[in-house]
Nanobody
Framework: QVQLVESGGGLVPAGGSLRLSCKVQGASISGIHMAWYRQRPGAEREWVARISSGRNTYYADFVEGRFTISRDNAKDTVDLQMTSLKDNDSAVYYC?????????WGQGTQVSVSS
């Protein structure tokens, strides 16, 4: 059974930083395109960043150079380093494949940015 477990969220002031981590259990991420997504209050889930199996990275426009996605295939983890956080970055952050697998959504990790 494949499970994705996100961690690293918390409450930070605007301008602060957080590093989110996603651990994939029950499967290897090698060869899999992975991504981070988020769901803000009252909004639909949206894509934030993705990293290909070949480590090419892509970001949503709203990231504006503030986030960095990385992967460790040996540990089956995908991280998201977030800097210069804004209050509208407050959301539950999830990792999943790209495109996402509907059965792979985890609990997510809450990021709250105080202005």
């Amino acid at each position: 059974q494949v499970q994705l477990v996100e961690s690293g969220g918390g409450l930070v002031p605007a301008g602060g930083s957080l590093r989110l981590s996603c651990k994939v259990q029950g499967a290897s991420i090698s060869g899999i395109h992975m991504a981070w997504y988020r769901q803000r209050p009252g909004a639909e889930r949206e894509w934030v960043a993705r990293i290909s199996s070949g480590r090419n990275t892509y970001y949503a426009d709203f990231v504006e150079g503030r986030f960095t996605i990385s992967r460790d295939n040996a540990k089956d983890t995908v991280d998201l380093q977030m800097t210069s956080l804004k209050d509208n970055d407050s959301a539950v952050y999830y990792c999943n494949k790209m495109p996402p697998g509907t059965s792979y959504w985890g609990q997510g990790t809450q990021v709250s940015v105080s202005s």
